[in-house]
Each structure stands twice: as structure tokens, then as C-alpha cells.
């Protein structure tokens, strides 16, 4: 991979979205905020927690919140015999498509298997063989059976139950549900020292902290179509740009290609390990198509079958296609898949003689803050880990399940560096006099619900699975005229600030989507089909 990134110009922003006066505002002091409820920002709580820090833990809504509490397939780890790193590795690189960083990668699997033995410890409820060993099966793109799952389809909310667990036996840590973390407050020197945000009386509140870690994971809510729940709407990405952090690989948002569809409900995940376990996908002619556009057909990368699901539907007209799992039993269905037996039967299918109606959604954000190998960003005292962070792991697409393994490997690691930052002398208390106003605008308000709507469905059309240089021009028109109304303004609850954030983002997707003009892993040109090693074999940034 070229070393050397392609270097995008940072949005011009305001540097906060709402005014401060610190005389005014409540404030609370910690060693270690921990922006985020998920996988990797509670294992980073963990290891500080236990290497002696204070850590004040918020989350934008509850616990429950969040995508590692959604996400059914599990997590990758090398635990079949005849599995090694070495696969596991290739096969990360391979999905990747060049733009991984090879000793990331091998840190991540090889730290693997001791962090899912440590949640086992923990008494994460892993599904089990009859022997007592974690029960592994295939996803699309490993070429070993590695994926281990846990309360058959509710692998996310198991890992999180055992790391709740474990947190709430610490007493030097404090757990904040429905903060809306509003933006960093950094110094004149650009370092990080805490945050501002909304408590759940609605009062604005400061946390100092000697080190914030940004886990605040995905972007789905970018896309009308995605599995991510509502409270994914890229805010750490957008608060980390306005603090000067530098962002990268924005161009790459994963597709997921079996969410159900059913017309006028919300799209629901179907996990690819039902692939794995041999369903297959069939057009609306009950055509199994996937044979024609790879070799693995059902098991190839969630970026290739994405797209042959999209070019099928438009072949064939339709708004979906269908996943038939009819050759499985049922009774074992259901008991190996609770959730989405429970799903499909509500809207009446029975999976041992009905196709299941799925179609592709926006499900997981590959770029982000840009971090190193111990989840240090540009920004002093600011750490980043999770989905929000660009570690280098992913590279262009991320391979099946090895997200939350990357959460439990960085959050691990973020919650270390903290634990080395927590004796020194907090930089903030001279910051208690901290005064920014925001000047009044005088241009016309839009309607941000109207312009979230419009927003998303803009983001699936233009800057979608299959993108070209008009409508990602035509996106970034549109954004920036919203924008032009919307980010001048100050708002006093989350719907406002969300809508900022969105945009923020959505404008750096599209110039990433428009510069890239090639296709590689999650991002496909229409108009350039191909990959271009000579120019594009390395990071697209925004610094």
C-alpha cells in the first residue's frame, strides 16, 4: 500500500455548535470519559477501571443502544483446529482489497482467542458443542469455520450483558445514560480536555477529563436503508472533525445485503450466518442468481454480494429479493436463530416453505477518525477505538464479524493508554473560565426533521452500492445548500445537533465518494469499474 494519503481539505466548521460560558454550566471532573456504550468503549472502561483511573462512562440513549447490542452474527476468532492466524489474517487482507495495515491485522487475530476465552470468563453465554468447546460456524469471505456466537442470533447482546457485568463490579466507574455528548473542548494548543453536553434533565453539562476516549460508534443513520439503530448518526465523527482530528476512508460504508424488507417497517437485520449455513438467495422469479457473479456465491464478501443483489433487483424489477432457508429445519431454526425466527413469524413466514423478502442496507461505517496501533488520534488526550475510529484493520471493506473483535482488541488497548495518562495533572482546571459565543444568524430555518428525510434518501440514491460522478456532485450541491441553513444555527436539543452532525459527514462521504475514482471494496463507480492500484492504492483523508 502507498504510505502516502490523498489529502482532502477539512470542512470549514464552527468550532462548536452551541455557545459556552463555564461560570454558567455545571461541570464534572474524571481521569477518563469514555464517549460511547458499546463493545469497545466498555472493554476500554474495563482495563482503565482496572489499572486504577476514575471513569465517568455516557452514552447518547441507554445501554441497550447501540450496534454491538444488535448485531447477531458474532465474532471472528481463530478457534477451530484447523483454523490458523495465518488464514485468518489473509482473509482480513484479502477483504480488505490492499488498504489494511498488515500488523494491525495480525495484533487483532492473534489477540483474538484471548479475548473470547476472557468474555467466556466473564460468562458470556457462547453457544457450545456437545463436546463443551464454542460452537464456530462459516460467513461470507473466511475460508474457516470461525465465527462464535452466543444465544444463537444475539451474539452482541450476550458479549455486552458479560461486559456490563464486569463494569458495574468496579466502583471507579459511573455510568451516564442519555447524554448527548454535544462537542470536544479542546485548548489553544489543540489538545482535548473534555466535552460539553446535554444531560437528561436537558441542562448542559462539562466533563473534564485527563483522556477522552471517542467510542461512539456508526453512521447508518446516514441511509434511508440500514440495520443501525436510530441513535447511529455519525455525531463522533462529526464532533472529532470540528476539533481538528483527521478523518479517513469516509468513501467506504459497508452494504449489508440481507436486511428484510417489508414495506412500510423498519429494516431488520438477517444475518449472513444463515448464508453460511446454506441458505440462498433467489430473485423474484426464484432464480438462485448468485452463482454468476462469483465463485463463492452465497459466501462471497458482503461488497460483492450487495451488489449482485442490486443488479438483480434492477434486472428483474423489483424492489427485493428472497433468501430461501427452507432446507433447514425448522424446529432447529428457530432454536438456533430466536431473533429472527421471532421476526419472520410476525409478519407471517414460515421459513419451511416461505422465501424470506431481504434487500441490501447501509450497516457499517469502514473509515473514521484516524488512529494508531494504541488508538492515539492527531488530537492530544483524545483516543478513538470502535467503529468511529480508521485503525487500519478494515482497510476497504471489513470482513464479516471481526468488528466486535476489533472493539474488544482497541477498547482493551485505549483503556491502557488512559491508565498512563491518569497521574498527570489535569490541563483543564485553568479552562473552568472557558467563553465561546456563537453569533446570531439571520437566514431563514429549515425544517430539520424534512431535512433529515430528504437527507437520507438523497445518501441511497446518490451516494449508495453503485455510485458516478453526477449524482455525487448532485449530492454535494444539495448538502451544501442545506447545509448553508442549518449548521448557522444553534439548536438546544439532539434533533438539531444530530442534523448538523449528518450533514458534516454526508458531505465528507460524497467529496471521498467523488475523489476516488476507482472501485475498490465497498465503493463501486460505475463510471471507473475498476481498481486502480497505480493512483488510489492508499487512504483518502480530510487534514
Known amino acids: 500500500m502507498n504510505d502516502k494519503s490523498l489529502i482532502l481539505k477539512r470542512p470549514d466548521l464552527r468550532r462548536y455548535l452551541v455557545p459556552i460560558n463555564t461560570a454558567a454550566t455545571q461541570q464534572l471532573f474524571t481521569d477518563c470519559l469514555i464517549i460511547g456504550g458499546g463493545v469497545a468503549g466498555l472493554r476500554a472502561a474495563i482495563e482503565a477501571a482496572a489499572g486504577g483511573c476514575e471513569i465517568v462512562l455516557v452514552c447518547k440513549k441507554t445501554l441497550e443502544d447501540s450496534n454491538t447490542w444488535n448485531a447477531q452474527g458474532g465474532i471472528a476468532s481463530v478457534l477451530g483446529s484447523d483454523d490458523s492466524f495465518a488464514s485468518h489474517i489473509e482473509d482480513t487482507l484479502a477483504t480488505g482489497c ?92 489543540g489538545a482535548c480536555l473534555g466535552v460539553i453536553g446535554q444531560t437528561h434533565k436537558g441542562t448542559l453539562e462539562i466533563i473534564w477529563a485527563k483522556t477522552t476516549i471517542l467510542a461512539t460508534g456508526g453512521a447508518g443513520r446516514l441511509y434511508r436503508e440500514t440495520t443501525n439503530p436510530e441513535v ?132 457499517y461505517m469502514v473509515g473514521g477518525v484516524r488512529t494508531d496501533g494504541l488508538t492515539k488520534t492527531n488530537i492530544a488526550n483524545l483516543l478513538a ?94 448538502i451544501s445548500f442545506w447545509q448553508r441553513y442549518v449548521l448557522d444555527k444553534v439548536f438546544d436539543s439532539p434533533q438539531g445537533w444530530e442534523c448538523q452532525n449528518m450533514l458534516t459527514v454526508c458531505l465528507m462521504m460524497a467529496k471521498a465518494a467523488e475523489a476516488r475514482t476507482e472501485s475498490r471494496g465497498t465503493h463501486f463507480r460505475s463510471d471507473f469499474p475498476q481498481i486502480d492500484d497505480t493512483k488510489f492504492k492508499t487512504h483518502i483523508e480530510f487534514a
Open 98 to 189: 490492499g488498504l489494511c495495515n498488515h500488523d494491525t491485522v495480525e495484533r487483532v487475530v492473534k489477540d483474538g482467542p484471548g479475548l473470547v476465552k476472557e468474555l467466556l470468563d466473564w460468562g458470556a453465554e457462547f453457544d457450545k458443542t456437545k463436546d463443551g468447546s464454542i460452537s464456530i460456524t462459516f460467513e461470507g469471505g473466511h475460508s474457516h469455520a470461525r465465527i462464535a456466537h452466543a444465544l444463537g442470533d444475539n451474539t452482541g447482546k450476550a458479549i455486552a450483558q458479560a461486559l456490563l457485568n464486569k463494569v458495574r463490579k468496579f466502583d471507579n466507574i459511573t455510568l451516564v445514560e442519555n447524554y448527548y455528548t454535544i462537542d470536544l473542548i479542546t485548548n489553544d494548543d
Open 385 to 478: 477505538c470502535g467503529e468511529v475510529a480508521s485503525t487500519g484493520l478494515h482497510g476497504a471493506n471489513r470482513l464479516g464479524s471481526n468488528s466486535l473483535l476489533e472493539g474488544l482488541v482497541f477498547g482493551r488497548i485505549a483503556g491502557r493508554a488512559a491508565v498512563q495518562q491518569c497521574g498527570r495533572t489535569n490541563g483543564a482546571a485553568g479552562l473552568r473560565k472557558f467563553r465561546y459565543d456563537v453569533p446570531q444568524s439571520d437566514r431563514s430555518r429549515l425544517d430539520t426533521a424534512d431535512v433529515l428525510n430528504s437527507l437520507r434518501s438523497l445518501m441511497w440514491r446518490n451516494v449508495g452500492i453503485t455510485r458516478s460522478a453526477k449524482p455525487l456532485a448532485e449530492a454535494q450541491e444539495i
Open 232 to 363: 447511529a448518526t455519525a455525531d463522533g465523527l462529526a464532533i472529532a472533525v470540528r476539533a481538528g482530528a483527521v478523518l479517513r476512508d469516509m468513501e467506504f460504508m459497508q452494504f449489508h445485503p440481507t436486511t428484510l424488507y417489508i414495506a412500510g417497517a423498519s429494516r431488520a437485520l438477517i444475518t449472513e450466518t444463515l448464508r453460511g449455513e446454506g441458505a440462498i438467495l433467489r430473485d423474484i422469479n426464484h432464480y438462485a442468481f448468485m452463482a454468476e457473479y462469483d465463485k463463492d456465491a452465497e459466501l462471497a464478501p458482503r461488497d460483492v454480494v450487495s451488489r449482485a443483489i442490486l443488479t438483480q433487483m434492477l434486472k428483474t424489477d423489483a424492489t427485493h429479493v428472497f433468501l430461501d432457508i427452507r432446507h433447514l429445519d425448522k424446529n432447529y431454526f428457530a432454536r438456533r436463530f430466536p431473533l429472527i425466527s421471532e421476526l419472520v413469524t410476525s409478519f407471517d413466514i414460515d421459513v419451511s416453505k416461505d422465501l424470506i423478502p431481504v434487500r441490501p442496507s447501509a450497516h
